[in-house]
T-cell receptor
């Protein structure tokens, strides 16, 4: 039982490049989330999903897209990376509304 | 979304000291959560509070759900070096996600 896993752990991109971050959970959770964490800003929600095939915008969705084709996976895409997207990205999942969220170890992204 | 304000922003204490931090909101929350994030890791849940006035302990950690439902407090007794990290409060917003405070960074010297 690995909980929430994220790949890759670290990535460097050039401005304009694209990439996909993968999140996987093995707890059969319905809800999954993508956050970004920047110094002094805490965690800010990018997008979330309340079930397979559904996605919704969070607080800072611009420049990102997501997909939830399988219940256990939640993908975060950057179509054209910008330096402002340099951040640490965390995925989380929860079983029910209002239940606690379990976080992955994070993906550190640097956009040059 | 609802704003969560944490204080202090950072604390630098000696091993053995007690620590207090708090989180306030302009809106009422029905749940308060406290997470700890160690360097290079994701946040890990420490304590969850579900009822106004509730006082819950987890080892040396004690958290309280404020009576007004607009605040919560976290205390750490007899701090040790492994308490180092960033402590976040969080509460569910009007949707399905959590609002997080900006965190209290704790440094403990031996």
């Amino acid at each position: 039982n690995a909980g929430v896993t994220q790949t890759p752990k670290f990535r460097v991109l050039k401005t304009g490049q694209s990439m996909t971050l993968l999140c996987a959970q093995d707890m059969n959770h319905e809800y999954m989330y993508w956050y970004r964490q920047d110094p002094g800003m805490g965690l800010r929600l990018i997008h979330y999903s309340v079930g397979e095939g559904t996605t919704a915008k969070g607080e800072v969705p611009d420049g990102y897209n997501v997909s939830r084709l399988k219940k256990q996976n939640f993908l975060l895409g950057l179509e054209s990376a910008a330096p402002s997207q340099t951040s640490v990205y965390f995925c989380a999942s929860s079983g029910q509304i209002g239940e606690t969220q379990y976080f992955g170890p994070g993906t550190r992204l640097l956009v040059l | 979304g609802q704003q969560l304000n944490q204080s202090p922003q950072s604390m630098f204490i000696q091993e053995g000291e007690d620590v207090s931090m708090n989180c306030t909101s302009s809106s009422i929350f029905n749940t308060w959560l406290w997470y700890k994030q160690e360097p290079g890791e994701g946040p890990v849940l420490l304590i969850a509070l579900y009822k106004a006035g509730e006082l819950t302990s987890n080892g040396r950690l004690t958290a309280q759900f404020g009576i007004t439902r607009k605040d919560s407090f976290l205390n750490i007794s007899a701090s040790i070096p492994s308490d180092v990290g960033i402590y976040f409060c969080a509460g569910p917003n009007s949707g399905y996600a959590l609002n997080f405070g900006k965190g209290t960074s704790l440094l403990v010297t031996p």
